[in-house]
């Protein structure tokens, strides 16, 4: 009875552990998220080029894909330019090193200086890479 006990109580253990592991990844996925926000609205080049894996794989509502160079470029250079982004029913999954992350988005935009607006679904894939969550790919279509 004893040996039943203490194994239960030593998975218990075990169990907590691993929802707060789990619970502090989550939030850090979350971080990295926010970061990735403000620097779409905001952006500089060596704040996304340290948040970005270099496999990066950036898929846009419209169907063109942008590697890491093509979507830090597209930032910096105002050709995509967000002016507000908003982020609601977000969800994220976290399976070993690689996180799922669905969104939706909505927007206000000056895509080479003309106002407009997003309203997506975004799925985002990030990778722990010596300690740090990275944005590895991104997937958006229009709702």
Not at 87 to 112: F, G, P, W
């Amino acid at each position: 009875m004893k040996t039943i006990l203490l194994t239960l109580i030593a998975l218990c253990g075990v169990f907590t552990i691993n929802a707060q592991a789990q619970g502090k990844e989550q939030a850090a996925v979350e971080s990295a998220v926010q970061q990735l926000r403000l620097l779409m609205i905001d952006p500089d080049k060596g704040k996304l080029e340290s948040i970005a894996a270099n496999e990066l794989s950036y898929g846009h509502s419209t169907g063109k894909l942008e590697d890491k160079k093509e979507f830090i470029e597209a930032l910096t250079s105002g050709s995509s330019d967000f002016k507000t982004i908003d982020l609601t029913e977000q969800t994220i999954s976290i399976v070993d090193n690689t996180a799922m992350v669905r969104h939706k988005l909505m927007a206000e935009t000056a895509n080479d200086g003309k106002p407009g607006t997003a309203k997506l679904a975004v799925l985002l894939v990030w990778v722990k890479q010596k300690g740090s969550w990275k944005l590895l790919a991104r997937q958006a279509v229009k709702i």
